[in-house]
């Protein structure tokens, strides 16, 4: 049998091309040169994938046409590899669902973000030694230890100085200024925190126009208003009136939800506490443990009930592959604990008057619709969000009661069999449970494996129990902040796969 090492070394060989002579060494060297070009590509992707989605978008594309002419000067076509074909289905369904949408324009919009899906064929071809897995998984998992540490920093620190009740008499009310808006400038002076809050009315005392940047509410939205400086003094007199250090009301990252950036927050803590539960050395298990607990904090400030629970069980499954039966008892107790603890304290923090809450009133009455419409479109669906704009025509429920807010199915295998049909569902459906196989094969073959090979397979396994399992209540699919991270990990599945597979196989 072949060491890790050795099977690792071998497998990034580029195989005979043609036999023209003198052009066969071209073609190696552009062969080679466009796979270094295409993991630089794939660096960069995971790079910005916890902070710019749209610039990953574009990075793909790259990639892709980079890909393509890979393979196209290697000669030898297309290798067939585990996902490649269930992928492929569904794309193709998707795009005939869209092509016969009834909004092609938004269909087609949402066509482009699936379109990440092409990492899980660029990573396997391009990610051929352990090296190179190791470096692309390092590169994701420290722009997201940035990311959790902005997170806890707003929390701690705080984004600004929050007005804690603004009378609707008041002249800063009609200057459009709100109870708890919060203040993150005067007149270019940053107020994030009361020190600064104070140093800024100093700095500014003699300006009688304030221009102020404002942050409000949730999701947050931040703009500008110009007000008189009297009637900040005014306001700043009133016994009533009184400042705060503001926080974000749910995390939200960069993006403009928390909720994809709680599903990208869930995968990747999943991510790292696989590769710390096989973690052989103190500083590792140091490192992978710090930034598991990082990434799961930052997820419960974002208070999104299903991802936290999603990650709470991803842990438990890893727990029983790789604990013994006794820590996994003990394991599977706390976790019941945690996750009651979580629905209680989500509803308490969210104010929710019962279990639902408005938004989930909509969630309901949108599955209470999805049967007809499914019905009605049985076999390629409505197309690719076509519910945004023909919501009121199809007299869904939830577009009535909630004229100003459009939604979604809000469950990503509802949101598929609605807008890509039966056919569609059972292409997504190929393709996860091919997913899943795969991910259970590489924790057989890497059991004897060294200890990233077999914490990848654990962590890869992880994350994906986490994302199917928030998936069923939250549209994952349609959030491109978390699926481009999502096809990365199936590619790199495939790639671990291939490398184990070469581990296994006799001299």
């Not at 899906?117 to 071809?125: H, K, S």
């Amino acid at each position: 049998m072949l060491s890790p090492v050795a099977c690792n070394e071998n497998s990034g060989a580029i195989p005979e091309l043609d036999h023209h002579g003198h052009s066969l060494q071209a073609r190696r060297i552009w062969a080679e040169q466009l796979r270094r070009a295409l993991f630089l590509l794939l660096l960069v992707i995971v790079a910005a994938a916890p902070f710019a989605p749209h610039f990953v978008q574009l990075v793909s594309r790259l990639a892709l046409g980079c890909w393509i002419a890979r393979v196209v000067v290697i000669g030898h076509g297309v290798k067939i590899r585990p996902l490649f074909l269930p992928f492929l289905a569904f794309f193709g369904v998707a795009g005939l669902s869209a092509l016969l949408s009834y909004d092609p324009l938004l269909s087609w919009t949402r066509m482009g973000w699936f379109g990440l899906g092409v990492l899980i064929l660029i990573v396997p071809d391009v990610v051929q030694s352990r090296r190179n897995l190791k470096l692309l998984v390092l590169v994701l998992l420290v722009p997201s230890s940035i990311s959790g540490i902005r997170t806890v920093w707003q929390y701690t620190v705080g984004i600004g100085t929050k007005l804690v009740t603004v009378r609707r008499d008041c002249p800063l009310a009609g200057d459009g200024l709100w109870s708890g808006d919060m203040i993150q400038e005067i007149n270019g002076r940053r107020t994030r925190t009361p020190s600064q809050w104070r140093r800024a009315l100093q700095m500014t005392r003699r300006d009688q126009k304030l221009k102020l940047h404002v942050a409000r509410s949730y999701p947050l939205q931040h703009f500008d208003v110009v007000i008189e400086r009297a009637h900040l003094d005014g306001w700043l007199a009133d016994p009533t009136a009184s400042v705060a250090r503001a926080t974000p009301l749910r995390a939200q990252g960069g993006f403009y939800n928390s909720i994809p950036y709680a599903g990208l927050l869930m995968v990747l803590a999943a991510l790292s506490c696989g590769l710390f539960l096989t973690a052989p050395s103190l500083p590792g298990r140091v490192a992978l443990g710090s930034l598991s607990v990082l990434l799961a904090t930052s997820l419960w400030l974002t208070v999104t009930r299903a991802y936290i629970v999603a990650l709470l069980i991803s842990v438990l499954l890893m727990l029983s592959q790789s604990a013994g039966q006794k820590l996994r008892r003990i394991s599977f107790l706390a976790i019941v604990l945690a996750v009651a603890a979580t629905l209680a304290w989500t509803r308490q923090a969210r104010d929710l008057p019962d279990w639902y809450g408005e938004q989930n009133q909509a969630r309901i009455m949108m599955w209470e619709d999805s049967p007809r419409l499914i019905l009605r479109h049985p076999v390629l669906g409505i197309g690719w969000d076509s519910v945004f704009s023909h919501g009121l025509q199809w007299n869904l429920q939830a577009y009535k009661a909630y004229p100003y807010k459009l939604s979604h199915f809000h469950s990503t295998p509802i949101q598929v069999a609605v807008d890509c049909g039966i056919i569609g569902l059972a292409a997504w459906a190929w393709l996860l449970v091919s997913w899943g196989l795969l991910l259970v094969r590489n924790l057989q073959l890497s059991r004897e494996q060294d200890w990233f090979s077999r914490g990848l397979a654990l962590a890869l396994f992880g994350s994906a129990a986490g994302f199917v399992i928030g998936s069923l209540v939250h549209y994952t699919l349609g959030d491109g902040e978390v699926m481009a991270t999502l096809w990365l990990l199936m590619g790199c599945a495939v790639a671990l796969h291939a490398q184990l597979q070469d581990c296994a196989a006799p001299d």
